[in-house]
C-alpha cells in the first residue's frame, strides 16, 4: 500500500510549518531514537522525557546482534535494500527501503564519532555478522554481542554532555494535549505526564511543546512473553490513536524465535548472530526441524524460523538453540552477554543446548509517518519502533530496528531545525501541575495488566484464529472499561485493541501476522494497513460482520 490511502483516511502527513507552538522540542522516549535524535538537534533545545533512568528502560540497550548497513567490501545499499524487501512479505516501501539502505554508512560513521567502539579486525575493518535473511554478512556489532548497550552507552554521555539538552528522568507521557490549528484542524501542543514514582496517584504535569516527538518504542509489554523492558507497553500508539493519527500495519507484530525459555520476564534473549555463527535450531531428539521448513535452514526470515520454533513446542518435542559444535569453549568471550543471560539462568551453553520459545519482540506497525517522520498530526513526529514508516513491512529483517532509529532520527531532527531559528539555547520549558483523575489501586492494576498479557499472549500471538482474535479485542475492551481514569491501563488495553482489531481485518496469512483459519496469502491484500481509532472501534459494531465491513471502508 501506498499512503494515497492514508491520505483518504486523513489529511495526509501534516504540513511541518504549521508545528510552531511554544516551549521546547519534546521527545518521549530516551531509546536509542530519542537519545539520536536529540543530539542531531543541538544546538536547539530539547527536552528529554524519559520514564527511567538513562540506559535502564530502553529495549536499545538489550539489542545484542548490531547495526545492519552496507560497509563490508562487495556489499552495496542496493543489495541491503533488496534484502529488505525480500524479507518483509510483500509490503515493505521500496523507495523507504532504498533510502534507509543509502544513508546507513553515513549514520554508523555518526555513530563513530559519538564514541561507539564498533569491532574492526587488525586491518581497520569492520568485524561483520551474518544474521537471518540477509545476503551477506552486513551487521555492524561491537564486543561480539553487546552493540546496543555499548551505543547507548556513548551515546548517553554525549547527551549528558549536550547544554542544549535536558533530560526528564522518571516521567511517562500519557497523552497529548491539543489546540486548534489552522484551516480547522487540530495541532499537537504539548504533553500530559505522570511522574513514574507518582504513577496511581493522580497526579500530573502538563508540558508545553513547540514540536513533539514520539520515540517511545514497541509494545512488546503488552504480551505475557516478550523480551522487551516493561516500559514497551504501547501506550504512545494508544494516544496517538486517541489525539487522531493515523495508525499503520499494526496487526504486524515479530516474535523472536529464540528467547530463552527460563520463566523470566522479560525473556532474555539469544541473539541471531549465533545461528549467524553456526548454531542449530533442534528438538528434543536432537533432530535439526529447521532443514525441513525452508531453504535457508536456521537462517530463514524470522516469521519462518518463530512458526517452527512454536510447532515444535505445541508438539511437545521442545526447541533449543545448539552452538555446542560452532562456539563451544569460545562462548564467554564471543557472546558474552548471551553466555551470562544462560548462566544466570543455569544454563552452560558451551556443553548444554539452550532451550528457547518465541517472545514478542518487536513491533512492526506504529504511528504513520513519512520519510521524514512526520505524523498525520501537526507538531507531531515519530521515530524508532512507535512509527510505522513502510521499512519493515509485514517482517523486519534483522538488525534493521536500530539502522532505522538513526536514519529516521537524523532525518526528524532536520526537518525539525527547518522550523525554528537556529541558535543555541538552554531548554526553558517547565511542567504545569494539572488536576487529579481517579487511578486504579495498585492490586487492580495488577490484576488488569496480567489478564491483559496474557490474553495478548494467547490470542494475539505466533499463531492466531479469528475466534482468537474476538475473544482478545473483547477482552481489552473490557479492561479499557474497567480502567476508568487509570490513562496507563486505558492505554495499554487501548493498543491491544489496536493491534488485535488491526489483525481481524486481515484474513489472510502475510510474514509476522499468521492466521491458521485464513493460512494463505492473498495477492488482493498485497498493501499495508491503515486505520483510524474509529475503524478500530466499529468492529464489531451494529452486528454487521467486522472484518468485512472494515474492509469496505478502507478500500474506499
Known sequence: MDFDRIRRLARGFADPAEARGAGDIVIVGAGLAGLFTALRLAPLPVTVVAAAPLGEGASSVWAQGGIAAAVGEGDTPEQHAADTVAAGGGIVDRRVAETVAEEAPARIADLLRYGVPFDRDLAGH??????????????????GDRAGAAIMQSLIAAVRRMPSIRVLEGYEALDLILEPGSGGSDR???????????????????????????????????????????????????????????????????????????????????????????????????ERFM????????????????????????????????????????????????????RAAGIDPVTQPIPVAPAAHYHMGGVATDLCGRTTLAGLWAVGEVASTGLHGANRLASNSLLEAVVFGARVADDIGRLVTPKPAHPVARTYRTGPDRPLDGGRRAHLIGRLRRTMSEHVGVVRTGTGLERALAVAREIGNEAGDDRAVANMALAAEIIAGSALLRTESRGAHFRSDFPKTEPALQHRSAVLLRDIRAIGARGRPAAARCREELHT
Not at 499503520?248 to 545461528?275: C, K, M, N, Y
Not at 526470515?301 to 526447541?319: L, M, Y
Not at 569453549?329 to 553466555?339: K, S
Open 291 to 342: 532443514l525441513a521448513c525452508d531453504p535457508a535452514g536456521d537462517l530463514a526470515a524470522r516469521d519462518v524460523v518463530a512458526r517452527a520454533v512454536f510447532s515444535e513446542i505445541a508438539a511437545g518435542r521442545g526447541a533449543f538453540l545448539d552452538g555446542r559444535a560452532a562456539i563451544g569453549v569460545d562462548f564467554p568471550q564471543a557472546f558474552p552477554t548471551v553466555y551470562a543471560l544462560c
Open 188 to 286: 499537537v501542543s504539548g504533553l500530559r505526564l505522570v511522574r513514574t514514582e507518582a504513577s496511581g496517584t493522580g497526579t500530573f504535569d502538563f508540558m508545553p511543546a513547540r514540536a513533539v516527538v514520539l520515540a517511545t518504542g514497541g509494545a512488546g509489554a503488552l504480551y505475557a512473553v516478550t523480551t522487551n523492558p516493561i516500559y514497551a507497553r504501547g501506550e504512545a500508539l494508544a494516544f496517538a490513536a486517541r489525539a487522531g493519527a493515523v495508525i499503520a500495519d499494526a496487526e504486524f507484530v515479530q516474535f523472536h524465535p529464540t528467547a530463552i525459555d527460563a520463566g523470566i520476564d522479560p525473556a532474555p534473549l539469544a541473539s541471531e548472530a549465533l545461528r549467524g555463527e553456526g548454531a542449530t535450531l533442534i528438538n528434543r531428539a536432537g
Open 126 to 143: 569492520y568485524v561483520l555478522s551474518r544474521e537471518a535473511a540477509h545476503s551477506r554478512a552486513r551487521v555492524v556489532r561491537v564486543s
